[in-house]
């Protein structure tokens, strides 16, 4: 006798496997990152010049910069300008994705990733001629005797607090250099070229009083800050390394520098 209803129907075993593709389909789905999908990301940074500028027609270097590198990654950037204080919570929250230009220390590898390095900062002191003649920083040993202007919040407080050194700390850098011209303060500590622009554009008549130390305290790696909880942040900070790989290897980086460079050296720079 034959057997009855041993095989199988084959219209069953069609909805079966559509019934797991699409299941597989929609798990594929579900594991890409949102920034894939997307393709586009909101960042923040803090008035900077030149590196961030949201006054002007252009937006400063660092943003170009930034912008140049997502793009060659396929992800489209936007910047939000606010102050510095905010753009650091809002990573630490979770809010945004990165902040930039930041400098690593311990407490903020605390909450943020830190990306490969988008610009290195040559930090100095600015000091008044008639006051130092030609000053040049040597030593944080020999800095004990001078009052030095900073600015909150920056990298290099718990620096300066281990060295000993008599700070004079304010929300802004115009208050810093402010301090100078006015000899409360005998030195302000600052990045070269923004230290410059600064000066330019508060005292713009009173440059060439100003100097600047040849040798930098400090070479301060700046990176985009990056969100440890935002979503897919690792990803796309991967994804940012890459662009500005590409961009450093085909010259974009290099002429996007020269051309802020130039526009910051020029123009009374003395030291």
Known sequence: MGKKG???NPGVLMGTMIRILAIFVLLMLLTVPSVRAEESVTLVAGEYAPYVMSRTDRPGLLVE?????FARSEVKTTVLFLPWRRCA???RQGDAFAAFPFTYTEKRGEYAWFSDTIWTSRCVFFYL???LGEYDFTSFDDLR???IAGTSGHHYEDLFKEKGLSMDYASSEDSGIRKVWEERCALFAEDELAGWELIRRVY?????QFGSTPTPWYLA???LMVSK???GSSELMARFNEGLAAIRADGTYSRLAAAYVSESVAGGKSR
Do not use: N, Q, S
């Open 6 to 8: 041993g095989g199988i």
């Open 65 to 69: 910069v930034v912008a140049a590198a």
């Open 89 to 91: 919570m809002m990573v």
């Open 129 to 131: 001629k008639g006051r």
């Open 145 to 147: 005797g001078f009052t």
């Open 204 to 208: 713009p008549e009173r440059v060439d």
């Open 221 to 223: 790696p700046l990176c």
């Open 229 to 231: 909880t935002y979503p």
